[in-house]
């Protein structure tokens, strides 16, 4: 699964929710004027 989100938007979500450690230093390294982020996910199989 693929998205994209506006840095802003990626970097908000860091701080207001429980996020891992690689979230958190991911956002920490952007600026909120910076290009959307594209967000690739792995879904677990059942």
Do not use: C, W
Request: hydrophobic fraction near 40%.
């Amino acid at each position: 699964m693929i998205a994209m989100i506006d840095a802003y938007k990626f970097i908000q979500h860091a701080q207001t929710n429980k996020v891992s450690d690689k979230f958190k230093k991911i956002a920490e390294g952007l600026k909120e004027t910076d290009n959307p982020i594209l967000v690739r996910v792995k879904l677990k199989s059942e």
